[in-house]
């Protein structure tokens, strides 16, 4: 990685920053609530029980409590890594794939982050750019792996 007068100045990383193999602890963490799971499964108009109704939860699911929305949870932890990585020097996000969701995470929990570097490589179409994938993981207070993702991002390069 690099230290922290060679980074943006909003904080993030540039392309040249990114070590293949470097696992980073963020250090932001979020304790989850009902009404994170209720204004973001309203805002994008998902009436899934699963996420609003304490109800419905308590008498015909194996939970017995509301679980967090997945595409919630899949945000928070990007955002929890934006502060380390990527404020000031994304182009753009190019993709998420292999999204998991291996354990279940419910208001009250506390998710905290890391992001591991696993590839990158000079874009071909713009010389001021590169590619970096990283794994987000997600886990809650006890250490459950509640998210995982793997996400290309555009990143600018030093000086570009």
């Not at 799971?37 to 309203?42: A, I, W």
């Not at 993709?95 to 208001?107: H, N, Q």
């Not at 071909?124 to 990283?134: C, F, L, N, Q, T």
Request: glycine share 8%.
């Amino acid at each position: 990685m690099t230290d922290e007068s060679s980074r943006h100045p909003r904080g993030g990383l540039y392309f040249e920053d990114f070590t293949i193999g470097t696992t980073i602890a963020h250090r932001l963490t979020r304790t989850v609530t009902q009404m994170d799971n209720m204004l973001f499964s309203n805002m994008t108009l998902n009436p899934q029980p699963l996420h609003i109704d304490a109800h419905f939860c308590a008498t015909e699911t194996e939970w017995g409590k509301p679980l967090m929305n997945s595409l919630f949870t899949l945000g928070l932890m990007i955002g929890i890594s934006v502060n380390d990585t990527t404020v000031g020097t994304t182009i753009a996000n190019l993709g998420m794939t292999d999204v998991k969701f291996p354990a279940p995470l419910f208001e009250g929990d506390t998710v905290n982050v890391t992001t591991e570097v696993v590839a990158k490589r000079e874009s071909k179409s713009r010389p001021d750019a590169g590619i970096v994938e990283m794994v987000h993981r997600a886990y809650k207070q006890d250490g459950s792996l509640v998210a995982e993702c793997r996400r290309q991002a555009f990143m600018r390069k030093r000086g570009a």
